[in-house]
């Protein structure tokens, strides 16, 4: 299955820098992966549909309604320094 050759090859592309006992611990372990897998190749899934999603896709938004609660002269009542409609602030460079 996997061998240390090929877990050192992964720590050095994962730039990961491994003792000889992680080698030898990632190899078991990867290779029980591997072997896992197989096992779940053997099983027949050809009546079972393919999932985007393993839950049904709601939006859990609201719907957005325009509202008007204020008015532009009451939100610039409290304004510092405004011109016209708008509020002044200092330039941003």
Known sequence: MIDAKTV???SKLARLTLST??????????????????ELDKL????VEPLLTPTPL?????????????TVSENLE????????????????
């Open 44 to 47: 027949n899934t050809d009546s």
């Open 58 to 70: 709601e939006s859990p938004l609201r719907i957005d309604v325009v509202e008007r609660k204020t």
């Open 21 to 38: 006992e992680e080698k030898k611990r990632f190899t078991d372990q990867l290779s029980q992966i591997l072997i896992h897998f197989k």
């Open 78 to 93: 409290n304004a510092p320094d405004r011109t016209g409609n708008a509020f002044r602030v200092p330039p941003v460079v």
């Open 8 to 10: 050192e090859d992964i």
